[in-house]
């Protein structure tokens, strides 16, 4: 049996019109779709890269939340960003948002252009341990 759950909404995501759930779970793994630096009420808050990665960031981990995982179940992480001179800032933040020893697999590339005039998205998944 394949149940699956599509989080539209929930406690910190941002609120905005576009036709996406934020998340879906099947089974035992989530797929987030691309957060952005976009605020609760769904406006987009230009910044610096960390700024805006943190923004990014915690969306994402709102909508893991908001499926009912952990941010210890993330497997994988998908960032694009709109220049490559950032990349050693992006690691920063990575660093300090997962620990050494417990780094999902990461993809990061440089994207002409993202939603809003953006300089970040995250996405990604997260599985849970079969019981």
């Not at 406690?11 to 952005?36: D, E, R, T």
């Not at 981990?61 to 210890?72: L, P, R, T, V």
């Not at 994988?76 to 697999?105: G, S, V």
């Amino acid at each position: 049996m394949n149940n699956k759950k599509y989080i539209t909404n929930g406690k910190g995501l941002p609120n905005w019109s576009n036709p996406i759930s934020h998340a879906v779970v099947v089974n035992n793994m989530c797929f987030v779709s691309g957060q952005l630096s976009v605020n609760i009420e769904g406006k987009y808050i230009s910044g610096t890269i960390l700024e805006e990665g943190n923004l990014a960031f915690s969306n994402f981990f709102s909508a893991i939340k908001n499926a009912g995982f952990e941010k210890e179940d993330i497997v994988f992480i998908d960032i694009a960003f709109d220049n490559l001179k950032d990349l050693p800032e992006i690691n920063k933040l990575y660093m300090e948002l997962f620990p050494e020893n417990k780094r999902p697999a990461r993809t990061i590339y440089q994207a002409e252009a993202l939603p809003y005039g953006g300089k970040i998205k995250i996405t990604g998944t997260a599985v849970k341990e079969l019981i």
